[in-house]
């Protein structure tokens, strides 16, 4: 056993799993042993190497397993996560351990320091090799208030919505890092006049919540809610751009398509699942039961809470808590036709919106169609994005011994339509 | 110039562009040098290697590339069609015109022939790594039907389908190659007491031809229709199974998931699209005019003839001239958001059916929702598919100097739900 656990004691004065880094300028961030975040990042005229984050570091794990420091069969000197996250949970198990000595135990100091980089020197880049992306419909709230407002006086949920997961397959190949900016998209949506052809002007974000297969699983082979944990590795943040007049004109009878191709963004830092371990409360109870493939005992969603800032100016903090479907029965759903998972497989959880307006997860929603604009402290009003707008999402969790968990952000600037 | 344009002429006296092969067996075969599909195989305990097909045989050309025999820096030593796929159009151009000449003229016999290997000893693997799959939805006559039999005594297309070219993401992990068994997929169904679990009871097939990317494009940027052969590398056939049962009680609001995502099956051979030069011909006209940015002059679609054989038995032949949108529209519309193309992104043109009941793409319109079942030789029916059934998709293509492309087959048979 280490001295760390003798060396620090949590609250309650039980001993705590982490003890403190020897990493300056760590105390008190959410970036600190309880988290460790991995990530792909570019130094210079370096190749991408993967990370891990601690404070405002990113610590190189190509360089830390080619120095014999952590071992992963090689799987951290790729370029991307993907190898490393196919291994599997042992291997993720074994691998955080260690970082976790060799970043609070003051005889490894001499060896690692040499391989933290600070962050503000660093260039970030799409953490993994995206396979299938699929995002869900899982808010009760989005669901419904998307209904309202486009369904007027129906009934806001389909009869469906509470029996199946919702969900379906985004564009892989566009899922872009964090700070990448988003063009605005062209396309065709309705008019008086019949359909026409120009930048899109009601362009929206959707908050998500992406949760990164590592373990794969064959064609035909079920995943049961019991071995979510096995598969998923961890947790971006998403921000599902949408362009809700292209999307309104095509989506039927097959779904969004152009609407929301044009570009994805994710965090640039995954959160494995271990750093969220305090996080999972239960989930809002089912009713009407759901099928007995979807039952998962017990019944627990993670307990994130997230920010928008809209240009700099906080406008909506959703809360993930609340989500009616969760992320294992998300995947059992997704793998009940027997349908197989890949490494890099990337599914979220659709827009997260809690039940008062200022948690909604999109701008349809917090400006109820565009009816209602949003008000900011300069004076100015939104309805939809303008060129130039920034919006970034971040979101924290419960740590362990009271710390609290960064998820990182997801960031992008509107750039005009070409 | 080589001799073979002075050996042998084509109809009308004019020289041919291709001479007679050398290769024994070959003709008459609608696998002649005026096709030469590519395809990725294994023979014996070796690993995957690309290779192209003449008559009944699989040209090596790993081992082509490796003994100088053709040169397109090392991509055809990959184990998969993406490196060679990406070379652009130029290099597809000379790679096939070095071919044409390698099994053409005599001397080069002895070299070459050792690289050929018999069909009957390969196995054929997926001949590409699929980056994105999408599916269109542009039969006018499949969209007619599918909505008379599922919205009864309204218009049958929506008012978006002749502006649109509907389409969709679907899975691209679960995307496999002819031969490949089908599990039956399991799933949610409506039921009058409610929802129920269980294994498709009306799985159905979706015969469609599907289009390969080469050439990659960059995010923000769209492909004019007119870049369509400068991206698009060839063409697969394309069984896009469908549990519709699974599909009926999920698509709404966000289209095809679990009903489509557990098997797509394409063609093991690629037929490049300088084969199917001799089969563009005028696409139907378009009435009301399309957008700007669909427009393409020529209009042209292909003229393929699919076959659908249920047990060995032909039970219908959809004609694929008569598509109302063509595949370098569905280019354009798919990037007009600039969403950015992958080496190696599918899409599919959906189920290609024509006005007759034999030349439906889909059991669930020739059997117009199971009411009517198919009546086979041997006196048995069927209305969707059974365990045990075998679905076999071919097509052919008018060729040059009146001979004949066919584009390979895509079969596969169902097995039991697990």
Known sequence: MSERTERSEGREGMPSRHGMTWVPGVAGSPYGVTNLPYGVFRHGEGEPRVGVRIGDFALDLAGAEAAGLVLAGGALGEPALNAFMALGRPQWTAVRQRLVELLTEPEHRAAVEPLLVPLREVEMALPFEVADYVDFYSSEHHASNVGQIFRPGQPPLLPNWKHVPIGYHGRAGTVVVS???????TGQRASAQGPTTGASVRLDIEAEVGFVVGVPSRLGERVPVADF???????VLVNDWSARDIQAWEYQPLGPFLGKSFATSVSAWVT????LADAFVPAPDQDPPVQDYLR?????????TLSVEWNGERVTEPPFAGMYWTPAQQLAHLTVNGASLRTGDLYASGTVSGPERGQVGSFLELTWGGSEPVKFADGSERTFLEDGDTVTITATAPGPDGTTVALGEVTGMILPAR
Do not use: C, N, Q
């Open 272 to 275: 494995p699942l271990e750093a």
């Open 296 to 304: 998962d005992t017990p019944h627990l969603g993670l307990d994130l």
């Open 179 to 185: 700070g990448t900016p988003v063009i605005r998209p």
């Open 229 to 235: 944990a096995d598969h998923v590795f961890g947790v």
